[in-house]
């Protein structure tokens, strides 16, 4: 069975940084596309950012890209992302999920990802 948690979320001053990790079990990690999403109050799941298993393609929404960086232990079976230059609005719950690399077209949609992390308040405050 596929789990995923996640840990390092709280509470960050604008401009300051947080890691977010994601500990896989159930599946090796390498064998499956990896993403990271965020939910505002009630909108829907934005993909932040997300790594392709087929041939590696590495993706950042335009938001996020030259803060965030996505990265992977596939030693410990741990997703990261380090989160530098938070902005105010970057507060949100951040999940990370995963998908059979067959199901990843590359545009790090939520509907692509099978399997969901619990999520993890990120809040930035100016």
């Known amino acids: 069975e596929v789990q995923l948690v996640e840990s390092g979320g709280g509470s960050a001053q604008a401009g300051g940084s947080l890691r977010l990790s994601c500990a896989a079990s159930?599946?090796?990690?390498?064998?499956?596309?990896l993403g990271w999403f965020r939910r505002l109050s009630d909108m829907g799941y934005e993909g932040i950012s997300c790594i392709s298993e087929s041939d590696g393609h590495t993706y950042y929404t335009p938001d996020v890209e030259g803060r965030f960086t996505i990265s992977a232990d596939n030693a410990k079976s741990i997703l990261y992302l380090q989160m530098d230059n938070l902005k105010p609005e970057d507060t949100a719950i951040y999940y990370c999920?995963?998908?059979?690399?067959?199901?990843?077209?590359?545009?790090?949609?939520?509907?692509?990802?099978?399997?969901w992390g619990q999520g993890t308040q990120v809040t930035v405050s100016s």
């Open positions: 159930g599946f090796a990690l390498d064998t499956y596309s």
């Open positions: 999920a995963v998908t059979p690399s067959y199901q990843y077209t590359g545009v790090c949609k939520a509907y692509e990802f099978t399997s």
